[in-house]
């Protein structure tokens, strides 16, 4: 695929600032494998996956319904299936008639019992998620060899940009030693298959045009964690270029609803409300709104839909890449920022309770003090088209918030 020339004009006077970007993800990089050896017990966690009874698992949730579009089945790995967007996309695809095998670790970055609880939803729908690491390379060769995986829809990762100043390490590991790891895999599979995944809105960075184009520059991260996807997309250009990989990055833009992550403000703004307690409201220099692009997860799952139908078959064979391959990246967003200050106003009116309000100045944390999805290219590319405005959503998002709630308190009683 051809850059823009637009991105051209951008090389030469940021080079200081791109080689200072790159040489601090190789010494990220290195750092992270000198302490981390394959050899240590931590990955040694995830070794019950595995054997006949297993495989049978694998293989079923991997069937498709006979009947589907006339575009045909995906069968479709996705990582990160207990996560957030990886429930719903898990759930759309099998809905759908498609084959879907999940992979997840279950980490602590959140309370598990949620993911174990998204988990038992994704049972439901005929999901089955494997417990197990992406860096685990013998496991996802082995999920290869047990499925013919048309597609991989790679979300696992390490989210949230302020937790990246307690646990570095974390972003490292999962956001390019893992992207590798599964880009590794997909490589080397006869055939190879397309892959979607999870870049992020923060790769813009401390860029100051609006609203955010996919053409607009990202040398610049404010936070570890854009840097981490920053890095991610270069890595995916060079496995596309390299070996053929038919790759697509999809940019999301503050997503939120149904099952979402408490570290998200809407879910923990909720949590506060509802328990009488301060929440922090940030604001810029000069009084200035923190506002987002905050976008539905039905809105996000129709974007990811959309670009696993409309991924090119990958061009390489056993690791060789025979011609050139498709290399795309899509903002996913709502078009429409709202401050945060609004946010919790419509929390206020749902929750039935006022909020108690604590306005601070906005720290340097990796945060940002907007965002906005340019989303002309998704719409021209994948017939993306959110159709969910803040207030929808946020009124299903508490729905779900409460009958969650209320069922786990009645189970913990028990």
């Known amino acids: 695929m051809e850059k823009s020339p637009h991105l051209h004009r951008y090389r030469w006077p940021f080079a200081i600032n791109k080689l200072a970007f790159w040489f601090f993800i190789f010494i990220a990089v290195i750092v992270f494998l000198f302490f981390h050896s394959p050899s240590s017990s931590s990955s040694n966690r995830y070794r019950n996956w595995g054997g006949p009874e297993w495989e049978k698992r694998v293989q079923k949730s991997a069937r498709a319904r006979s009947q589907t579009s006339s575009s045909g089945h995906l069968f479709v790995l996705v990582t990160g299936a207990a996560g957030f967007v990886g429930t719903h996309v898990s759930v759309a695809l099998k809905r759908r008639g498609d084959g ?11 309370d598990p019992s949620l993911k174990r609880a998204r988990r038992n939803l994704l049972d439901r729908a005929g999901v089955f998620v494997v417990e197990g690491d992406i860096n685990d390379s013998d496991l996802v060769h082995k999920l290869f060899d047990v499925v013919p ?53 923060s ?15 990202t040398d610049q991260p404010a ?36 099952w979402g992550r408490p570290d998200m403000a809407y879910f923990f703004f909720t949590k506060d409300i509802l328990k009488g307690k301060e929440i922090p409201i940030f604001e810029g220099p000069n009084h200035a709104s923190v506002a987002r692009d905050f976008t539905y997860i039905d809105d996000i799952v129709k974007g990811c839909l959309g670009a696993l139908d409309t991924a090119e078959r990958s061009t390489g064979s056993g690791g060789k890449k025979k011609k050139a391959a498709q290399l795309r990246v899509f903002n996913l ?76 308190e009645k189970k913990s009683s028990w």
């Open 333 to 408: 967003g709502n078009t429409s920022p709202v401050p945060v200050s609004q946010l919790v106003s419509i929390l206020e009116r749902l929750l039935k309770k006022k909020a108690k309000r604590i306005v601070l100045p906005m720290p340097r944390n990796g945060d940002v003090l907007f965002t906005h999805a340019n989303i002309s290219s998704a719409q021209r590319e994948l017939g993306y088209k959110p159709t969910t405005d803040l207030q929808t959503g946020l009124k299903k998002f508490v729905r779900w918030y409460l009958n969650y709630h209320q069922l786990t």
């Open 100 to 110: 879907v095998v999940g992979l997840d670790n279950f980490n602590d970055y959140y």
């Open 203 to 217: 790769v813009y960075g401390l860029n100051s045009k609006v609203p955010f184009s996919e053409k607009d520059r």
């Open 149 to 201: 995986f048309t597609h991989v829809m790679h979300l696992a990762a390490q989210a949230g940009v302020r937790y990246a100043m307690k646990n570095p390490s974390s972003y490292i590991h999962s956001n390019i030693a893992g992207l590798v790891s599964v880009l590794e895999v997909c490589k080397s599979a006869n055939p190879q298959p397309a892959i979607v995944w999870a870049s992020s809105s």
């Open 223 to 258: 936070s570890l964690y854009a840097a981490t996807k920053k890095a991610g997309e270069e890595i995916a250009h060079t496995y596309n270029h390299i070996y053929g990989l038919s790759i697509t990055g999809l940019r999301f833009f503050t997503v939120y609803g149904p």
